[in-house]
């Protein structure tokens, strides 16, 4: 079954502008054992939404993931896994934690609860609502 996800980046280290040029990445150097589960459990095919932290703080486009955990060649030592992504499509408009808090639907949401945590699950009718907000008309199904 597909799982949904939302990934965050520093755009000042790798914005979603890079990922779009790159076509794809290897998500590399998640150094949190909760966040480096999440991303042992990933799937190919797994929808993300990808989200700028520090400075914007706004979800800015969704991706898919394109191959399933393996060990992390940045990984000097320690037992840390990547994952390769690849873009899907911008959000019309990003999508502000601001308004992610505002929203009655999103309250549950591991961002609101879980503010450091880089790789976390989110459910279907939350993925949704998160593209509805952002203007996309395509829901996760």
């Known amino acids: ?20 040029a790159d076509g794809k990445t290897q998500w590399t150097g998640v150094r949190n054992y909760t966040a480096r589960n999440n991303l042992r459990t ?3 095919g797994d929808a993300v939404l ?4 520090v400075t914007d703080k706004s979800v800015i486009g969704t991706a898919k993931v ?11 030592e ?4 990547a994952v390769d992504l690849a873009p899907d499509k911008p959000l019309a408009h990003p999508v502000a934690l601001d308004a992610i808090k505002r929203n009655p639907r999103l309250k549950e949401m591991a961002l609101l609860r879980l503010s450091r945590l880089s790789v976390q699950p989110v459910t279907s009718a939350q993925f949704d ?3 509805r907000m952002g203007g996309s008309h395509n829901p996760s199904r």
């Open 1 to 20: 079954m597909k799982q949904f996800w939302l990934l965050k980046q520093e755009p000042s280290a790798y914005s979603w502008t890079n990922f779009v």
């Open 42 to 44: 990933m799937r190919k």
């Open 50 to 53: 990808f989200y700028h932290s």
């Open 66 to 76: 394109i191959r399933e955990a393996y060990p992390d060649p940045t990984a000097t």
């Open 78 to 81: 320690g037992d840390w896994s």
């Open 129 to 131: 609502e998160i593209l």
